[in-house]
């Protein structure tokens, strides 16, 4: 088989110089990450880092590793072998929860399906978090809830229940949830795939206004439009290792690598 029909990593696209964990502009490093379940091999020595104010949109087939590895970056996941600096402090996923929450809470999770509190109100699951994590007074949390949810477009239902929203407006709170921890990035785990194909726009339009503001970000995402048209590099991931990665116009116009050449003209209807 030719080389360039191999998921390994092509060594020119696929590597960058890494930084020292100390730089202050990396704000997520990992080095030579493994993860096993059981014998399954689902992530593969990854190099990955993520620089201040940069928007990096993983890219790749189901079961590429793609989740698995941002569930790594925040601890949500242990993995088997490698380190993970945040912000220049290495992340230990042996430490206790208690432990590991001052370096955890840096990166805001948004997950797939919301994970909203049923019985809080929106601005109450909002302002929930820098009560008891960031030791914000009632009022400070309020004031900065209601802003994020002003942010978001949703200032007129924060005296609202979860049940009460659709998916989308869900997502829009459950990014607002993430914003008011105030951190150092945000990771996203495919934050449209719940969504009606209608509402889709609606939280897209939030990411997009999050990244001209200069927002850190990690998106796993099959929105190949946003990928190339809001992020500042495009990581593609295939069979547990990073494929190919670069500059988004250049990397869906001249992809590299025939793994990376296979899924895009799979997923878009002409090739760029």
């Known amino acids: 088989m030719d080389s360039k029909d ?36 689902v992530l593969k020595d990854i190099d990955f880092e993520v620089r201040k104010a940069e928007v990096v949109a993983l890219i790749g087939p189901s079961g590429s590793g793609k989740s698995t590895l941002i569930r790594c970056l925040n601890a ?28 955890r809470r840096e990166l805001g999770m948004v997950f797939q399906n919301f994970n909203l509190f049923p019985h809080m109100t929106v601005l109450q699951n909002v302002i929930e978090a820098p009560l008891l994590v960031r030791k914000l007074s009632k009022d400070q949390a309020v004031a900065l809830g209601e802003q994020l949810l002003t942010k978001v477009g949703l200032f007129e239902k924060r005296d609202i229940y979860p049940s009460r929203l659709s998916g989308g407006q869900k997502q829009r709170v459950a990014i607002a949830r993430a914003l008011a921890m105030q951190p150092r990035a945000l990771l996203f785990d495919e934050p449209t795939s719940a969504l009606d194909p209608e509402l889709v726009g609606e939280v897209l339009k939030v990411m997009k206004d999050l990244a001209y503001e200069g927002s850190t970000m990690v998106v796993v995402t099959h929105e190949m439009q946003f990928a190339r048209d809001v992020s500042d590099r495009v990581v593609f991931m295939d069979d547990g290792s990073i494929v190919e990665q670069g500059d988004p116009e250049e990397l869906f116009r001249k992809p590299q690598h025939r793994r990376t050449q296979a899924f895009l003209e799979r997923v878009l209807s002409v090739l760029p």
Do not use: C, M
């Not at 092509?10 to 014998?39: C, H, M, Q, T, W």
């Open 76 to 103: 949500l996941e242990q993995a088997t072998s490698g380190e993970i600096y945040i912000h220049g402090e290495k992340l230990d996923p042996f430490l206790s929860v208690k432990q590991l929450s001052p370096i």
């Open 6 to 41: 191999s998921v390994q990593p092509d060594p020119v696209s696929a590597s960058r110089n890494v930084s020292s964990p100390l730089d202050e502009n990396v704000i997520i490093r990992a080095v030579k990450l493994n993860k096993y379940f059981g014998e399954k091999h």
